[in-house]
């Protein structure tokens, strides 16, 4: 969902900008991912598990999400998801966690909502190797494993601690994308971690992130995904290949982002 500058402007000086928010409980998912990586799948790699998270607010977006690949027994089989209150949960597994209040755009429980991904994180890497995250924003075109483990990406897929959405263009990385094309004039943004969609093969980033959390969530303040930003230059890092794709190229940026086959996709956010 894009924003204007307004109400971005309106987020972080609103009323409800300073407000204190509770970390939201985060119930263990280890057993949940530990069932899912022994689950044999001829699409999704040994070690891998799919993660993602939704609540009442998020889960009218489910259908849309994996319709595309619904249909891939070997790939649901491999997804879980923290459920926060009564939602469905006919897209993979669910670890259910109690009713969030729901969340807009730094309002109401969003800051908490975006933290409680990391002790999500840091539980499955108890049972699985590498970890796929999408956001409930996300639309899953097609398997993301043909893509994430096909020649040049391997290797950054299964060694960079972390993979990321990257909010820059991405034709830097991509230039000869037969998917994407791209304008002169791209300005580069200052934190270009997206944490919409990730792979993250070290656990010891993830807890270093979650250790640096402020010691009060307000909706106001830095997001855990600035909190990714700084720490991830620690590491090896890398976007993920341009088939990912944000909307944010094709909008408010100068040389705007032109996709050229839409069937080439494997995500869209």
């Given at each position: 969902?894009?924003?204007?500058?307004?109400?971005?402007?309106?987020?972080?000086?609103?009323?409800?900008?300073?407000?204190?928010?509770k970390?939201?409980?985060?119930?263990?998912?280890?057993?949940?991912?530990?069932?899912?990586?022994?689950?044999?799948?001829?699409?999704?790699?040994?070690?891998?598990?799919?993660?993602?998270?939704?609540?009442?607010?998020?889960?009218?977006?489910?259908?849309?999400?994996?319709?595309?690949?619904?249909h891939?027994?070997?790939?649901?089989?491999?997804?879980?998801?923290?459920?926060?209150?009564?939602?469905?949960?006919?897209?993979?597994?669910?670890?259910?966690?109690?009713?969030v209040?729901?969340?807009?755009?730094?309002?109401?429980?969003?800051?908490?909502?975006?933290?409680?991904?990391?002790?999500?994180?840091?539980?499955?890497?108890?049972?699985?190797?590498?970890?796929l995250?999408?956001?409930?924003?996300?639309?899953?075109?097609?398997?993301?494993?043909?893509?994430?483990?096909?020649?040049?990406?391997?290797?950054?897929?299964?060694?960079?601690?972390?993979?990321?959405?990257?909010?820059?263009a991405?034709?830097?990385?991509?230039?000869?994308?037969?998917?994407?094309?791209?304008?002169?004039?791209?300005?580069?943004?200052?934190?270009?971690?997206?944490?919409?969609?990730?792979?993250?093969n070290?656990?010891h980033?993830?807890?270093?992130i979650?250790?640096?959390?402020?010691?009060?969530?307000?909706?106001g303040?830095?997001?855990q995904?600035?909190?990714?930003?700084?720490?991830k230059?620690?590491?090896?890092?890398?976007?993920?290949?341009?088939?990912?794709y944000?909307?944010?190229?094709?909008?408010?940026?100068?040389?705007?982002?032109?996709?050229?086959?839409?069937?080439?996709?494997?995500t869209?956010?």
């Open positions: 969902m894009s924003l204007t500058l307004a109400s971005l402007v309106a987020a972080r000086t609103g009323p409800w900008a300073a407000k204190a928010r970390p939201i409980e985060v119930p263990n998912c280890t057993t949940a991912v530990a069932a899912a990586v022994a689950r044999p799948s001829a699409c999704v790699p040994d070690g891998w598990v799919v993660l993602s998270m939704t609540n009442t607010h998020h889960a009218p977006l489910q259908r849309l999400q994996y319709e595309r690949v619904a891939l027994g070997c790939f649901m089989t491999r997804v879980v998801s923290l459920c926060y209150g009564s939602v469905p949960d006919a897209f993979g597994a669910c670890v259910y966690g109690p009713h209040i729901a969340s807009d755009y730094r309002r109401s429980q969003d800051v908490s909502l975006n933290w409680a991904k990391w002790p999500f994180f840091l539980d499955a890497f108890r049972a699985a190797r590498h970890l995250w999408i956001e409930a924003d996300v639309l899953i075109m097609s398997n993301p494993f043909e893509v994430l483990l096909d020649g040049g990406e391997r290797e950054k897929t299964l060694g960079d601690a972390i993979r990321y959405q990257g909010e820059r991405p034709c830097d990385a991509y230039p000869s994308s037969p998917v994407v094309q791209c304008g002169a004039g791209w300005v580069q943004h200052e934190e270009p971690l997206n944490c919409g969609q990730l792979v993250i070290s656990p980033l993830a807890q270093t979650y250790d640096a959390r402020p010691d009060n969530f307000t909706n303040a830095f997001s995904q600035h909190y990714a930003n700084v720490h230059v620690k590491y090896a890092h890398s976007p993920l290949p341009v088939e990912f944000s909307y944010h190229w094709s909008i408010g940026r100068a040389g705007r982002a032109r996709i050229r086959d839409p069937c080439g996709l494997v869209y956010q």
